[in-house]
């Protein structure tokens, strides 16, 4: 099965063909307008779609080194995202699937953020078994997820309020990085004291995550000591950068060790664009190696929006006969 994979949710235009599950080429067209902002303009985001999305597709099915005609299946980011930029994908998609008359499967965005870790360089990569944990961390969404099957996914808990990728993002932004601040928060942390500094950490039930008192916190913490000394962000950048990650990783793993020992799974996965965090991929690593449990950690270019594993995903529904009707509308937030 060769599958045309298409995400378009937010601000990176991204195309990919694989066959059944092996990568014949993943194309992605960042959107570098958003820079001077602070954050994606959603109406500049769907613009650069729109400009971005034949080239992109076009260098897909080239680098791939097939024909259109070779194309079995279309796969689409259907949700959720943002409105306009999801209605470029969604309505190329339908056009290229009418013209060339193969079937549409519609994905659910961070169902292909999970199944990310099924996109294969050959058939030798080794791929998590079923039932999995997958720790879901981006800038809109930090979940676990119980993964039974490739289209089988319980959320068990989820943020009720700002995402990890969002804390490192605003938290960055208040120390005058630039956008998106995560990486930036992560190589400064390499760098600085993760004890230096306590904030608040969440006592939230069950699986669910909040951030939004840590940024608060962080907030207050910067506000305080600013009074005293202009300077203090400057000179305390890294140990600020170092002891706000340690505060996040933490927060993550209590949860994420709660769902291993009530589910008993021995295999976890990390996704999303945060699972590119340094710490954060030694902290998951260093955790399941002491407790004999199988790690995943995703190769860095497949932690953010990719069209690569939006197409595996595409691959396991169509295998399921599921497809989509031509008139199926986007979603920016139900989920499917
Ligand atoms: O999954 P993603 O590309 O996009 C969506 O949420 O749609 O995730 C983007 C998020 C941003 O918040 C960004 O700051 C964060 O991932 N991020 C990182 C790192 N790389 C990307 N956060 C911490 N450390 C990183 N190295």
Do not use: W
Request: net charge negative.
């Amino acid at each position: 099965m060769i599958i045309l994979g298409i995400e378009s949710s937010c601000d990176d235009t991204s195309a990919a063909i694989v066959k059944d599950c092996i990568l014949m080429s993943n194309v992605i067209a960042s959107q570098k307008v958003h820079e001077a902002y602070g954050g994606v303009v959603p109406e500049l985001a769907s613009r650069a779609h729109q400009q971005n999305i034949v080239p992109v597709v076009s260098e897909a099915i080239r680098q791939a080194g097939i024909e259109k005609g070779d194309i079995d299946a279309i796969a689409f980011t259907r949700g959720p995202g943002l409105p306009g930029s999801l209605h470029v994908g969604t309505s190329f998609s339908k056009g290229l699937a009418l013209a060339l008359n193969v079937p549409l499967v519609d994905v659910n965005h961070l169902h292909g953020h999970v199944l990310a870790h099924f996109i294969k360089d050959d058939e030798n990569t080794v791929v998590p078994s079923f039932p999995f944990l997958c720790l879901l961390i981006s800038g809109g969404n930090s979940q676990i997820i119980k993964v039974q099957s490739p289209t089988d996914m319980e959320i068990m808990g989820q943020t009720i309020d700002d995402a990890a990728g969002e804390a490192f993002d605003k938290c960055a932004k208040v120390m005058g990085l630039p956008y998106p601040g995560g990486p930036y928060i992560d190589e400064l942390a390499q760098h600085g004291d993760p004890k230096r500094f306590k904030f608040s950490k969440p006592h939230i039930e069950g699986y669910n995550y909040s951030f939004s008192g840590l940024k608060t916190s962080f907030l207050y913490t910067l506000r305080d000591n600013i009074k005293l000394n202009p300077n203090f962000i400057e000179e305390n950048k890294a140990d600020l950068a170092a002891s706000l990650q340690h505060t996040i990783i933490d927060t993550l793993m209590d949860k994420l060790d709660k769902a291993v020992k009530a589910t008993g799974i021995k295999t976890v996965a990390i996704s999303g664009g945060v699972s590119a965090n340094s710490g954060v991929r030694a902290a998951v690593q260093h955790y399941c190696d002491r407790r004999n449990i199988t790690a995943f950690i995703p190769k860095r270019s497949f932690t953010t929006d990719n069209a690569a594993m939006i197409a595996v995903a595409g691959y396991f529904k169509y295998l399921n006969g599921d497809t989509c009707d031509i008139t199926a509308p986007p979603f920016a937030r139900v989920v499917i």
